[in-house]
């Protein structure tokens, strides 16, 4: 199993879908349909979808750098 790093504030950031349609400025049935596409990196907690900051900011690097 992958070790999670715990950061600052005694736990991990996570973005929500409505949250990373803020960030991304897309629609709120694309930022669903983002979390759940294969590739990136959102997990259910419960019922609910997340993505650590971390991992969003990687995935979104990654997209970047494949527009090149």
Known sequence: MEEIEIIEKGGIECYTPLEVKEILK????KAYQLFRSEGFPSFRFGRNLRVTQKDFNEWLNQQKNRSR
């Open 26 to 29: 897309i629609s709120e049935s």
